[in-house]
């Protein structure tokens, strides 16, 4: 039972465009999730995160969005750097007492920025 | 160290034999986890603990795995009489306390082919 689901395996877009990256969930309790990005040979390393309070959270580059009656979420990074090329993994938990910390994670998504 | 170390980075066993991995998470991270890779597939919860303590082992894929950690300090995770498909990379990560608002931080991981 896949409750966080990443459906493209790959992206490509050309450097300076927009890359949007999509992850949808079955799950009605998760209410917080996070973007994680992994390196060939490299633990994921945290991106950003949203809480199922908001629609809407930026940092820098990647604003994260987060559509709770569609259950789906989406990264957007803009512009695309070459160096953003990494697999994106979708990740959310449910902030309730207990559990909060375990993080149910999608398949990822390859992202290739051309230069 | 600054981040999560993971030993060894790469395993190679036969079929049958015990392996045994490591983890020494970041100094004063109280939460720590287990998670697994298979190939072209998403990251799968195994284990976490909350300093010494193993609240959910639900993750476990079997009776021939196990896990333990000393304190809040170093984790292994045992896998008894390995078979073909335990072949994953295996990550660990760790966080300052196991709350939704509170990162992971992964270790690069040990990459496990049971032959």
């Known amino acids: 039972d896949q409750q966080v689901k990443q459906n493209s395996p790959s992206l490509s877009v050309q450097e300076g465009r927009i890359s949007i990256l999509n992850c949808d969930y079955t799950?009605?309790?998760?209410?917080?999730f996070l973007w994680y990005k992994k390196y060939p040979a490299e633990g994921p390393t945290f991106l950003i995160s949203?809480?199922?309070?908001?629609d809407k959270n930026e940092d820098g580059r990647f604003t994260v969005f987060l559509n709770k009656s569609a259950k789906h979420l989406s990264l957007h990074i803009v512009p695309s750097q070459p160096g953003d090329s990494a697999v994106y993994f979708c990740?959310?938990?449910?902030?309730?007492?207990?559990?909060?910390?375990?993080?149910?994670f999608g398949q990822g998504t390859t992202l290739q920025v051309k230069p | 160290g600054a981040g999560v170390s993971q030993s060894p980075s790469n395993k190679v066993t036969e079929k049958g034999k015990d392996v045994e991995l490591r983890c020494d998470p970041i100094?004063?991270?109280?939460?720590l986890y287990w998670y697994r890779q298979r190939l072209g597939q998403g990251l799968e919860f195994l284990i976490y603990?909350?300093?010494?303590?193993?609240?959910?082992k639900s993750g476990l894929p079997s009776d021939r795995f196990s896990a333990e950690r000393t304190g809040e300090s170093v984790s292994t995770l045992t896998i008894q009489r390995t078979q073909q498909e335990d072949s994953a990379v295996y990550l660990c990560?760790?966080?300052?306390?196991?709350?939704?608002?509170?990162?992971?931080?992964f270790g690069n991981g040990t990459r496990l082919t049971v032959t």
């Open positions: 799950n009605s309790m998760f209410d917080y």
């Open positions: 603990f909350q300093g010494n303590s193993a609240p959910d």
């Open positions: 990560a760790s966080s300052l306390q196991f709350s939704y608002n509170s990162p992971l931080h």
């Open positions: 949203i809480s199922s309070i908001k």
């Open positions: 990740a959310a938990s449910v902030d309730r007492a207990g559990n909060t910390g375990k993080l149910i």
């Open positions: 100094s004063g991270h109280t939460a």
